[in-house]
């Protein structure tokens, strides 16, 4: 089956960095992606891995491990505007994407 | 910028009504979406659309129905809306197949 696992929760102090998890099981592998929704809005695109390592964009930089269908996102000098819940999706052989639940960041000043 | 515009940020309907969902995206993508979303569950496909007047069912399409007759609009319908149908409901497009996704601002439908 396909399926995608990440933590509910997470809090973090202003300024500090925060490293979101996932895993995931998909049938076959064609890329991952991470979004940010704030409450009450759409998400919005954040990154994409298909190749493993470390994709770096700005104070957001996203990891990939094929071999252990796990990615992380690492969020650095967090603000408080970064509060929001960050999702995880992953495309398998369907071409359609599997999204996680969504872990819920909290940036406390 | 793409944009994805669904017509209600809010409705409130009864049970057994019949709803529509409506959303309309300006940059001529190829491909739309149907997701509810609910807390601890994350996004979940409804239904899904790679061309006009085409429609394939996603995860969850018991209790829904969808309409692409244009390219740009894609319609998803309840046909007696029930209780357990009360979800955030967002639309989303996308250029081609496995490209990331432009979401519209979500519609939270409560049915009563």
């Known amino acids: 089956g396909q399926n995608i696992d990440q933590p509910t929760e997470m809090t973090a102090t202003e300024g500090a960095i925060v490293q979101i998890n996932c895993t995931y099981q998909?049938?076959?592998?064609?890329?991952l992606f991470w979004y940010q929704q704030h409450a009450g809005e759409a998400p919005t695109f954040l990154s994409y891995?298909?190749?493993?390592g470390l994709e770096e964009k700005g104070r957001f930089s996203s990891f990939l491990s094929r071999s252990k269908g796990y990615s992380y996102l690492l969020l650095k000098e967090l603000q408080m505007k970064d509060s929001a819940s960050y999702l995880c999706?992953?495309?398998?052989?369907?071409?359609?994407?599997?999204f996680g639940p969504g872990t819920r960041l909290s940036v406390l000043p | 910028d793409v944009k994805v515009t669904q017509s209600s940020r809010y409705l409130v309907k009864r049970t057994g009504e019949k709803v529509f969902l409506e959303c309309v995206q300006d940059?001529?993508?190829?491909?739309m979406f149907w997701y509810r979303q609910d807390p601890g569950l994350g996004l979940r496909l409804i239904y899904f659309?790679?061309?006009?007047?085409?429609?394939e069912k996603g995860d969850i399409p018991e209790g829904y129905s969808v309409s692409r007759e244009k390219k740009e609009r894609f319609s998803l319908i309840l046909e007696s809306a029930s209780t357990n149908q009360t979800s955030m409901y967002l639309c989303?497009?996308?250029?081609?197949?496995?490209?990331?996704?432009?979401f519209g601002s979500g519609t939270r439908l409560t049915v009563v």
């Open positions: 989303a497009s996308s250029r081609q197949r496995g490209y990331g996704y432009t």
């Open positions: 998909t049938s076959g592998f064609n890329g």
């Open positions: 999706a992953a495309r398998g052989n369907g071409q359609n994407f599997v």
């Open positions: 891995n298909v190749l493993d």
């Open positions: 940059m001529d993508h190829e491909n």
């Open positions: 659309s790679y061309d006009v007047k085409m429609k």
